[in-house]
């Protein structure tokens, strides 16, 4: 059997290396095909053909910040789509400064190759601000959208967590498609949770990987593919209620094996997955849970990685520049910012705001990641009235809420490497947001019935103290 070779050329120098065939005379090299035209260029160095030649298509990323024109031909061609910052494309040919490319769903045209890069771009640094949209699968009320856009640009939010469905077909003017399209549009970055009920120990439905797809096709990248499985009755089947343990290999190797399964087709599809957050459990004299812990299923999930070659390989390829992401859910509960989790010759101590340093250090140590990219899609600073801060000492009033999320937002942006933080919650005002829901009737931070309905005091501090 042959030996395979994989070649990728950038597209300024395969310009430079067809203009070079042109002028000594191999034939059809101003129009065969890129790849066509390095396997011929190897082969006539080589004076044999090798084995099989195979080169690879480049990926490039918008930069332009306000969108990218794609157009059906270069310079003045008709504009078939604004592709939004950061949408990945794989470039076919270049023409004059002018690439085609094809995007994640297919479509084909040209764009300038001054607004791409081969690097994906990065968010700009220092604002971690963000907020947990609806606790539901729907979007605000469309009036509202434009409403809801200003009120979270006074704020300076620049992340958004959105629930989504899964449906691949529901991409309509009222959904939640529309809505993260708006948001990335106004400059603020959606963050997408795709929802299951009770999905383990099964995986994503594969309808699922099609609607990442039209996502990632939109620049829309970031997503949630599965939450909380240290938790039996909100994330299993009910056959596994009550069972759920880290003590039982079962479940942290299903977890995480589970996790690389379907974070490969998301990555397939252009989607930036993130790993699963698990629910902070270990606090006080309780801790460790003898079943739920955070700490110790993190612990026998790496430590199943790192014993089973196949699995770390893979699970490392999936963290790889552009890929996957850790998430989390941090909490500041009843500490300051800058509590230790690591409480010196006790156990860890994850329901604090530095809970993130737990699978960030068991990474480090068992799987040999140093650089990954962490953002807490949950969590925060909970409202006084909060059922989240049940069992725990709660804030004496919506003033001090206000005060501790600007100093908390201020901490993570100068000590701690959070990419972003999307607190725990807008709003559970159904008129407002499109969702309510008894359990979190207080936890919004636009409260309310009309005409009493508004914002916290945390909205005014936010919006007074914009990063």
């Given amino acids: 059997m042959g030996t395979k070779i994989i070649v990728q050329i950038k597209a300024a120098l395969v310009s430079k290396l067809r203009d070079k065939a042109i002028s000594e005379g191999l034939p059809d090299a101003r129009t065969m095909p890129d790849e066509a035209l390095l396997a011929a260029l190897i082969r006539a160095k080589l004076k044999s053909p090798p084995p099989d030649v195979q080169p690879s298509v480049e990926t490039v990323w918008v930069t332009a910040k306000d969108g990218l024109n794609l157009r059906r031909q ?9 592709l939004l910052y950061r949408a990945e494309l794989t470039v076919l040919d270049h023409k004059d400064g002018w690439l085609q490319v094809r995007t994640a769903d297919g479509l084909t045209g040209w764009v ?50 959105q629930l989504d469905a899964g449906d691949p077909n529901d991409v309509g003017p009222n959904s939640t498609f529309a809505w993260a399209r708006k948001l990335a549009q106004s400059g603020i970055t959606p963050i997408i949770r795709y929802y299951q009920g009770q ?18 096709a939109q620049g829309i990248v970031w997503c949630e593919i599965g939450n ?47 790993f699963y957050a698990l629910a ?28 089973n070659p196949n699995l770390l390989q893979r699970f490392r390829s999936l963290f790889g520049p552009g890929k996957a992401w850790l998430a989390v859910h941090v909490s500041t509960y009843e500490w300051p910012p800058n509590f230790n989790p690591f409480p010196p010759g006790e156990p860890p101590y994850d ?10 250090q068991a990474m480090r140590k068992l799987l040999g990641l140093t650089d990954v990219v962490v953002m807490s899609t949950e969590g925060g600073v909970f409202c006084k009235d909060s059922g989240s801060m ?55 931070w636009y409260d309310g019935v009309a005409p009493n309905f508004g914002p916290k005091p945390v909205v005014q501090a936010m919006k007074n103290t914009k990063p």
């Fill in 390 to 444: 049940a069992g725990h000492q709660r804030l004496a009033s919506h003033a001090e809420h206000a005060a501790r999320t600007v100093e908390m937002f201020t901490w993570l942006q100068e000590h701690s490497p959070l990419q972003a933080m999307c607190p725990w919650l807008i709003s559970n005002v159904h008129a407002a947001i499109g969702h309510s829901d008894p359990a979190w009737a207080h936890d919004g």
């Fill in 112 to 161: 300038s190759a001054n607004f791409v890069s081969d690097k994906l771009p990065r968010p700009e640094k220092g604002n971690v601000r963000g907020i947990h949209g609806s606790a539901g699968m729907v979007a605000p009320p469309r009036h509202l959208w434009d409403n809801w856009i200003s009120e979270l640009q006074a704020m300076g939010i620049a992340w958004y967590k």
């Fill in 74 to 82: 270069p310079v003045s061609g008709s504009v078939i789509r604004t």
């Fill in 351 to 360: 329901m604090c705001l530095r809970g993130y340093e737990i699978p960030l």
């Fill in 280 to 307: 902070p459990t270990d606090w006080g004299s309780g801790r460790p849970h003898p079943t739920l812990s955070s700490v110790l299923f993190y612990q026998r999930m790496f430590e199943h990685i790192a014993a």
């Fill in 199 to 216: 999905m383990f120990p099964g995986r994503l439905n594969e309808q699922t990987f099609e609607k990442i797809k039209r996502y990632a």
């Fill in 228 to 274: 909380e499985p240290n938790l039996d009755h909100a994330e299993w089947h009910s056959a596994h209620h009550g069972q759920v343990s880290w003590q039982n290999p079962f479940y942290p190797n299903t977890i995480v094996e589970n996790w690389i399964k379907d974070a490969e087709k998301a990555v397939a599809v252009g989607g930036r997955p993130g």
